[in-house]
């Protein structure tokens, strides 16, 4: 079946550090894979996604994610972490048909 | 362009209550998903449309949930009875179609609480 796991429920990084969030996934197939972000009493908005190709994707607000399948993973990073990028992050695996298997999530904190 | 527009934001029942959700999705998506969130938990698929027909209810509990999607654009979901079990974030999502490569487009849901 498929799932994904986030293994850090909780994170904490200074402003300006740089930031790498897991996440690992089981899926039979090439997978289409993606990472949200869920701020406090909004919507999830999503970073940046991979179907195919180049197995470094960019996303916005200065976010990458590295597919890798050999260790079939989807880690999500950032340079320089800024105090408004805490928030909850969300990675997903499309499980056919478009339906979206999201891992627990991981909770972003940011010290100043 | 205005997103997805979820109502009420916030709703609290006591439980053995009905309570309905309503959702509006981007126009012209003709995918629309209700995806349940509990506490510390990332969202579960709870029913997707494809214009008016659901194509995947397997994981809403049929017992006391409902939902629909007349004319296939927006939403209603419904629970009754209510148990405390049900609190959580009930989270609306809609596509342009159900490829797998389709963005899915989240509103910012509705939180319940079961007294």
């Known amino acids: 079946a498929q799932s994904v796991t986030q293994p850090d429920i909780h994170i904490t990084v200074s402003e300006g550090a740089s930031l790498e969030l897991r996440c690992n996934y089981s899926?039979?197939?090439?997978?289409?894979l993606f990472w949200y972000v869920q701020s406090p009493g909004q919507g999830l908005q999503l970073l940046l996604k991979y179907f195919s190709g180049d197995t470094l994707v960019q996303g916005i607000k200065g976010f990458e994610a590295e597919f890798k399948r050999s260790q079939s993973s989807f880690n999500l990073r950032k340079p320089s972490v800024h105090w408004s990028d805490a928030a909850e992050y969300f990675c997903a695996v499309n499980g056919g048909y478009n339906k979206l298997i999201f891992g627990a999530g991981t909770r972003l904190a940011v010290h100043p | 362009e205005a997103g997805v527009v979820q109502s009420p934001r916030y709703k609290i029942i006591e439980k053995k209550q009905p309570v309905a959700f309503w959702c509006n999705p981007i126009s012209g998506h003709n995918t629309l998903y209700w995806y349940l969130q509990n506490l510390g938990q990332g969202p579960e698929l709870l029913i997707r449309?494809?214009?008016?027909?659901?194509?995947?209810d397997s994981q809403l509990p049929k017992d006391r949930f409902s939902a629909e999607r007349l004319k296939g654009v927006d939403s209603t979901l419904k629970i009754q009875p209510a148990e405390l079990g049900d609190s959580a974030v009930y989270l609306c999502a809609s596509s342009l179609e159900a490829g797998g490569s389709n963005e899915q487009f989240f509103g910012p849901g509705t939180r319940l609480t079961v007294l």
């Open positions: 899926y039979g197939a090439t997978p289409y």
């Open positions: 449309y494809e214009n008016e027909e659901a194509v995947d």
